[in-house]
């Protein structure tokens, strides 16, 4: 199969020029127009978006989201490649699940499926998985997302053996304890709201902890979704002590304060939950300087009726991988650049895993996005492709939103 995509720009460039496609690869550049011709309307050209961190709730809560549904609503967010989370029902622990999985997902057309796979049976925090057993079936990471990893030792033990497996731990690091039964950040809104409150220190207390194992076992730590200054300096100071550790943060922790939460709207009750506005900034500044490897979403999507319960008993979480890149580039483009907010989404991720860095130069997998940079849209969450169709930042006008995402060498979506 061939296609031919003209007018388009490369990054940072106004030159309009035309790529091809055949068989999966990028064939080359400015070559004579082959088979299916796709004007790209003058868009930006960009490797297609990866993303670490999303739940796509199947198995067993497809009323929230699936498979078709999640990589679809990913693939209109421009992002070719999805790592899903274990924390399903059943949870990813099995082998043949991750298998299931892929080969579903495959058959699908949209974004491509990673799986994750539990580290520990049932995510209980007690017994490992069969970590090499879901590796050779397909998993990429191991991770208890959905749960804190209590159990000191066993997150030792289990580090240990991904490393022996060349394989990357990602952990939400929270201490459950020091959480309690917070649902917003601890501070002067949540004091003024009367409401329990999740304090700074609990993300920072245990990303303190588990850089220590990191650094004991010399294994490769990723730390989920940060969301505090205090965390991510503890963060920037192990790596300058050449600790393997690395960190994603969402654009939600970017972009929203706990400032959001005053009208006692669950929709934005996330864990960990949204900070201070010096938080906010300090993650900005990581994403400046390097200490934040990539950007990640964290899409959790789930019905309409759970996120209209109050605050104490509506779940945490919200969709966003159909805005993400918008959202950033919209609120942040100027301050980060073209470039290197790319490189948040594409090859930061990718290096984080160990994964070759995305390009298109020719011979490599037609794995790209164009991206309209200038046409503002408003955020309309009734045309998402996910299930879970509200969003914090419905009726925003975003610039940047994908018009083309290609995947293998196929559309997989085209607005």
């Known amino acids: ?144 997302d959905g749960r804190t990893n209590e159990d000191a030792r066993v997150l030792r033990l289990g580090l240990e053996y991904a490393h022996s497996l060349g394989m990357v731990v990602s952990v939400h690091a929270e201490d459950a304890t020091l959480r309690a039964d917070g649902v917003m950040n601890e501070g002067a809104v949540s004091e003024a709201l009367g409401l329990p409150g999740n304090p700074a220190a609990a993300e920072a207390a245990r990303v303190a902890r588990d850089i220590e194992i990191a650094a004991l076992t010399g294994a490769r730590l990723h730390v989920q979704h940060l969301s505090t200054a205090r965390a991510l300096d503890l963060v920037r100071d192990a790596k300058a002590r050449g600790v393997p550790v690395t960190c994603e943060v969402c654009p939600h922790h970017l972009t929203l304060t706990d400032e959001a939460l005053r009208g006692f709207d669950p929709m934005f009750k996330v864990a960990p939950p949204l900070r201070t506005q010096v938080d906010a900034e300090h993650l900005l500044a990581g994403l400046l300087d390097g200490s934040v490897d990539c950007l990640a979403t964290d ?7 759970e996120k209209e319960q109050d605050m104490l008993h509506a779940p945490f979480g919200i969709p966003s991988i159909e805005v993400a890149f918008p959202l950033m580039w919209t609120q942040f483009g100027e301050v980060l650049g073209l470039e290197r907010l790319l490189h948040l989404f594409t090859g930061g991720a990718a290096r984080v895993m160990g994964w070759p860095e995305p390009t298109l130069d020719a011979g490599q997998p037609a794995d790209l996005v164009l991206l309209d940079l200038d046409t503002a849209r408003p955020v309309t969450p009734a045309e998402f492709r996910s299930k879970a169709k509200f969003s914090p930042w419905a009726g925003q006008e975003l610039r940047g939103w994908p018009t083309l995402t290609v995947v293998g060498g196929r559309v997989a979506y085209r607005r």
């Not at 995509?5 to 999966?24: A, F, K, Y």
């Not at 004007?39 to 961190?53: C, K, Q």
């Not at 899409?299 to 009726?305: E, G």
Request: hydrophobic share 40%; proline share 7%; glycine share 10%.
């Open 299 to 305: 899409h959790a999507p789930h019905t309409r009726a």
């Open 1 to 144: 199969m061939t296609i031919t995509i003209t007018n388009i720009r490369r990054p940072n460039s106004d030159t309009p020029e035309t790529l091809t496609i055949e068989n999966g690869l990028i064939k080359g550049w400015n070559l004579p127009a082959e088979g299916e011709t796709i004007d790209g309307n003058g868009a930006t050209v960009a490797p297609a978006l990866l993303e670490l961190h999303a739940h796509l709730r199947e198995p067993g809560q497809e009323v929230k989201e699936d498979l078709a549904s999640g990589l679809a609503a990913a693939a209109a967010g421009g992002y070719g490649t999805v790592v899903c989370m274990p924390n399903t029902s059943p949870v990813i622990d099995d082998p043949a699940l991750v298998r299931a999985l892929i080969e579903k997902a495959d058959a699908l057309g949209f974004a491509r499926l990673k799986p994750s796979a539990a580290l520990t049976k049932g995510q209980q925090g007690k017994q490992l998985a069969e970590l090499s057993l879901l590796r050779e079936a397909g998993a990429v990471m191991f991770t208890d």
